[in-house]
């Protein structure tokens, strides 16, 4: 089974909103950089070692995607 990532969460807000909306879903995940992701928190961690990433399986990336939009309010495309 292979994994995408479908969000880049920019705080731990929207971070624990996403896997909260998947969870209830039944869309399984994992959160990339979960542990590492925790021991830097804020904005330094950006584009670094330690940014987190929300991943779904290939297959469930859709509906995934479709959650998240309706969440954030923009278009899919924006990941």
Known sequence: MSFVNV?????DVELLTVC???D??????????????????GPMQAGSLSARAIMVPEERADEALALISDYLGTPESKW
Request: charged fraction near 10%; glycine fraction near 16%; aromatic fraction near 12%.
């Open 7 to 11: 969000l880049t969460p920019d705080s």
């Open 24 to 41: 209830a879903r039944g869309v399984p995940f994992f959160v990339r950089g979960a542990g590492l992701g925790s021991l830097f928190p």
């Open 20 to 22: 909260s909306m998947l």
